[in-house]
Structures are given as C-alpha cells and as structure tokens.
C-alpha cells in the first residue's frame, strides 16, 4: 500500500485558464480518462504563487504538469510524456515511425507558424495595441500560417497527420480557438480548416466545449464592455 509521502501517481496540472496551451493538455487528459486535479496560477507580477511557481517552471509559463514527483514543462512535450506514460489509443501519437514523423512534423512546424502568428496577432490586435500597418503585417504572416493549414496540412487527410485524429490536431485547433480574442476568424475563406475545427470539436465533444467554455465567456464579457464604453475591439 503506498504511503501518503509516496510521490502522487495523480497528474496535477498548472494551467492559467486563458491559456491555449493549457486548454491542451486539459482536453486530451479528459478525453483519454486520466485522472488529474487542477491548480490555477494567478501570475500577477510580484504574486507570491507566482513567486512560488518560478521555482516549478523558471520560464513562468504554464502548462506543467507535476507526476510521480517530476515535473514536466513545455505543453507538447508534456503531450508526448503522456502519450508514452499512460496507455493512449495509438492514433494520439502512433509507435509507427513514420506515423509518428508526421505528427512530430506539424507539433515542430507549430512554435514558429501557427502558435508564434496567432499570439503576436492577439498580443498586437488586443493587449499592446500596434498601428493599423504594423497590425497588418502581423495579419498577413497570420494568414499564411492559416493558409498552410489549409492548403498544405489538410491536403491528403481529414487530420493534421492522416486520416485519424492526432496530437497535433489538438494543439492546433487550441491554439486557433485563442483567436476568438481578435476579430480574426481562421475559418473564413478557407473551408477545409473550417471542416476540420468542427471535427476535431465533434470527436472531442462534449470536452471540447467545456474546455472552451471560460475563454468564450471571457470574450463575451470583454466585448460586452467595450460596447458599453463605445470602444471597438480588435
Ligand atoms: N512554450 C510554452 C509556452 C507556454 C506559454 O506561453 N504559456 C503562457 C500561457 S498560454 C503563459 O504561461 N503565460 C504566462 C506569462 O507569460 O506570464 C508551451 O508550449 O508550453
């Protein structure tokens, strides 16, 4: 019998209820029935728990996941040390070589495209405002980077990686849905991205919804407030 000292075989997970990439992890430990308790993590600047947290994670950045007494930093690889710990369906991340290749080609192709756009897109458009040029530019690299999704990942498959659902489909559309935060919709204009969100929150459902449900809630909110005081959001 193990003792209480023993290191806890349940996943907690640090997350920020904002964060896509913690919408990540949540998501794929739902759907796979991995036990998990959740600590939130309040990182306003000089906070003692975010004091506390630098000692978890020194980039300060959520997702972490604490298991086993270890802790595992950075959303994808905490996705793959799942993947490889608990016994997952073989289609999230396949032993096949070449299987799991393609699903490693989108998770690295992902930092410097579809997660890098989208946050500099919200960042510029909604926390640190640009001028409209700048902002363009950071729309036309965001269209690209939607546009490759699109036309070059959606090519072959109903999924990022083939024809079954993989981790890299949830770290993508995660990723996309934060999107709701600006008045960019990546599903316009490009109907096999549009086709493959909605399948990807079928498969997932009702956890996809859940999961999404503080960031639509949050978004409405502030929009609702902006309306109020006749500003306009971008
Ligand atoms: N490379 C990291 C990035 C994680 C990241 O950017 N987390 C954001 C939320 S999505 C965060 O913790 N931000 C807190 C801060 O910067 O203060 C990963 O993929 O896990």
Redesign the pocket.
Known sequence: MASSSEPSDIITLYI?P?????RAIQLFLGINGIDFDTKE?A?AEGSKE?EEFAKINP?????VIAHKGNFV??????LRYLCSEFQVEDHWYPEDSLKRARVDEYLEWH?LET?AKS?IYIFSSSYQPVEESRLEQCRSKLDRSCDLIDKVWLQEGKYIAGEEISIADIVAATELEQLAMTDYDPRRGRPRLDAWMLRVRQDTNPLYDVVHNYLKEFCAARLKSLSASSCCWR
């Open positions: 920020d904002l964060s896509q990439a913690s993590i990182f975010a980039f300060k950045k959520v997702p930093r950075e959303g994808i690889a905490i930092h997660r946050v």
